[in-house]
């Protein structure tokens, strides 16, 4: 058994030296298995040698033949021509390099090569371009005569050098390697084991068996995800709450009693699951899913007090401090009239408050707690935490939702996410939660007017904007995405700002707003807005999710093809809360195609779904709503959405597999979860047995 070779440093591997064995690392590579792991991103089919009489101009062809001659050309400073006359049995032709004096040396007159580049052929002599070249050494040639795999590289490596490396680990291997997938599901699903599959999808034989490799490697990387989503699911399934809850009581009565409207179909539907878990004796956890506007937090606010009215506690964790700060406000508000407490913990808590705060949720006295990141230090700890909700989820890991859940024993979690996401995906990012979603808005909500226009209409839209505020309503101003940087984002905003309250809106309240600003600061300039002061708010990014002030009805972005789509949709939502109608102007003169389809889906769908769908297919899954900051674990092969047939398939049959061996111990199994702990343990937080 040659498995322990796979973990071992590239270094094992003979002609991999520490200079080498750096470059590989910067491709993420350090182990044997990682190099074996490094698939190609396609082949190349030089399967047919030509010969230089039938070569066509500007293809790509791959002859074999025989140096004759060699010859240095300077025909300027800086540049170095060397040609080598090569016969190939029939005629000769010339390969040229540029460049790279040293070839002259390396493959002098006699050697047997394949050459593979463009062809040129002027004046009667034919000349290849090189791209590739391989010395004939009379084994199996890696570059010519069959389909090349063509990798991804780094500096300092080409495929050449790629392609002997992972020959080499192959050969040192020698098809010993243990297969961990079972032997039954490998049959069952017609994919080949791992020696011969390792060998195909690097050297493959053919076509099929190219694509026979690719499909192994696919089901195995999704069905390793999918068996730790299982795994951990299974975890949670078998656990056992420590407290439990009592019936729903006067608080929860009372504070239905006072909302100013009436649940919504959805609403009540979603609750009633929540609620049915809260009563269960293994701990809630799930998602709730609804559009920008739902009403998902009266939801979570209805959770929150039954764990109250239980006699736990409750934590509410947003991803940023106008949020935390929001919830905060509202949920004093509706709960000071039944009397329940609420804290407030961000990053901007003063010493003096955090250390009083920390010490009364310590001790019980104080219930309810809405914060930030803040809320996962570690000198923050509960007396009693039975529900933790996650607002926004997507903003957050799924470990930094682990820590949260840490801070109590088993408590009940709830994450809560505007994202609506397709299905397929669904299953993979919150596979291990139960789902619920809220699938209508409350009712006498205009659909948000949007348009999409040229920068030179801009003052059009100012118009739009002073009309709604002589009407009594407020305006959000978004600027536009400069660049990465904060800094030159924030200018670009103080500017616009400076700007608007000069000219356009002289004589109104115009205020910015960005992340930078002191927290105190944030929070003032939110409560004038929210009191309806400030009439317009200049803002970056910052006001992108939750921000709920149902007064302000316009919403300009500028430069809105910066923004992704899911982001646009995200912002837009920060209008139409009430029954007022509301207006969103993309403001771009957008420059790809892509840009353009953008602002169309957005004027033409307010849906949500439709728009994340959209998004998918214009972005592909990886820019996926943050799924890259949210931890979630990077696929090397597989694609979400190109294999969800798969990805269904590699689902099922993780679930038979976890469910068959609860324990995880049968040895015939052992291989199979160790690698699902080396591979997705970390970003997945599981541990096995
Ligand atoms: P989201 O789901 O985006 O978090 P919110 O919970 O912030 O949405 O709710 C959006 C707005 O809708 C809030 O102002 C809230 O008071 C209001 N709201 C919630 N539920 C209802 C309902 N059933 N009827 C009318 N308005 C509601
Ligand atoms: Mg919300």
Known sequence: MQNNLLLKSVQTIKTIGPRRAASLQKLGIFTVGDLLSHFPRRYEDRTHLCSAGTLVQDETATIGGKVLAAQDLKPRRGLTITKLAVHDGFGVFYAVWFNQPFIKKRLPPGTKIYITGKVDKGYGATQLMV????????????????????????????QRQLRLMIR??????????VDFLPGEITEKYNLPRIGQALQQIHFPDGEKQARDARRRFIFEELFLLQLALAMRRREINCSVKSYNYLPPGKLLHLYRKNLPFQLTGGQRRVWREISADLDSSRPLHRLLQGDVGAGKTVVSTMAMLRAVESGLQAALMAPTEILAEQHYLGLSKDLAAIGVEVGLLTSGTRKKEREQLLARIAAGELKLLVGTHALLQGDVSFQRLGLVVVDE???????????LTHKGNLPDTLVMTATPIPRTLALTLYGDLDI???????PGRNPVKTYAILPRALPKAMRLVKKQISLGRQAYIVCPLVEESEKIDLQSASNLSAELAANEFKGLQVEMLHGRMKSAEKEEIMSRFRQGEIKVLVSTTVIEVGVDIPNATVMIIIDAD???LAQLHQLRGRVGRSSHQSYCILVANPKTDQSRERLRAMTRTRDGFLLAEEDLRLRGPGEFHGTRQSGFPELKIADLLRDWKALEVAREEAITLVHGDPSCKNTSTKAIFAEVEARFGKNINISCG
């Open 131 to 158: 791209e590739d070249y391989e010395v004939d050494d009379g084994g199996d040639s890696l570059s010519a005569g069959r389909l090349v795999p063509i990798y991804p590289l780094t500096e300092g490596l080409n």
């Open 168 to 177: 080499t680990a192959l050969a040192v291997l020698d098809n010993q390697i």
């Open 393 to 403: 989820q997507h903003r957050f890991g799924v470990r930094q939702r682990a820590a």
């Open 436 to 442: 619920s979603v809220i699938n209508e808005l409350p």
């Open 562 to 564: 910066r923004f992704g």
